[in-house]
């Protein structure tokens, strides 16, 4: 006996597919809240039964989380196929943009679900602690060409300006009716007048100066 609303049975379509769901789940997060949405809420309008939205996202706050935690990733994976003395701050910003543009790519809804972080205070803490991981990959990475401890306030201070840069593309690509690649082009050009700027700071910059 099927257990699951949206077990198949001939002639039945398909159920929805994981990025279809996705899509849904943040149509109905930003036009009635975070807080107010349920699974069982978002399986109705998609079509599909408990289990399968359990099977792509794991729980409601998965399907926020699970895409940070592969952009974290994509970064720290971009950081460490880096060639071994390329300059630190260039590689940061590289990886930066690199696993951004993999990101705004791959997901038709990669924008609202920045929205849904940035406006929803019960989202707030989570982002806290994602927006962490994120900063400290570039930390990690900095710390590790220069030879200093990740917690050194140089990586911190430049992992923090990163994040800054970061966020006010977003909210500026938020604001504007522009193209994801000319949010990309703008990102680039903004890491790359704020390296310039903290480039000084580097000790194997300060050292040989």
Not at 66 to 94: C, H, M, W, Y
Not at 172 to 184: F, H, K, Q, V
Request: charged fraction near 20%.
């Amino acid at each position: 006996m099927a257990t699951e609303t949206d077990a198949r049975g001939p002639g039945r379509p398909p159920a929805a597919s994981r990025e279809t769901v996705e899509q849904v789940a943040l149509s109905l997060m930003l036009r009635d809240g975070y807080d107010a949405v349920t699974v069982d809420a978002i399986a109705a309008a998609a079509g599909i039964g408990r289990t399968t939205f359990f099977r792509y996202f794991g729980s409601k706050p998965g399907v926020i989380w699970a895409p940070f935690d592969a952009t974290i990733e994509s970064l720290k994976e971009s950081l460490r196929a880096q060639q071994p003395g390329v300059d630190p701050l260039g590689a940061v910003q590289v990886a930066v943009v690199s696993s951004t543009r993999s990101a705004v790519l791959s997901s038709d809804v990669w924008l609202e679900r920045f929205q849904l972080l940035d406006t929803h205070p019960s989202l707030t803490s989570g982002a806290y602690e994602h927006w962490e991981k994120w900063k400290r990959a570039l930390a990690r990475h900095v710390a590790l060409v220069e030879g200093v401890d990740q917690n050194n306030a140089v990586p911190m201070a430049i992992a923090g300006a990163c994040h800054g840069v970061f966020l006010a593309e977003l909210r500026n690509r938020r604001n504007e009716d522009e193209g994801r690649e000319a949010m990309l082009d703008r990102l680039n050009d903004s890491l790359t007048r704020v390296c310039s700027a903290l480039r000084p700071l580097l000790f194997g910059a300060a050292c040989s100066a």
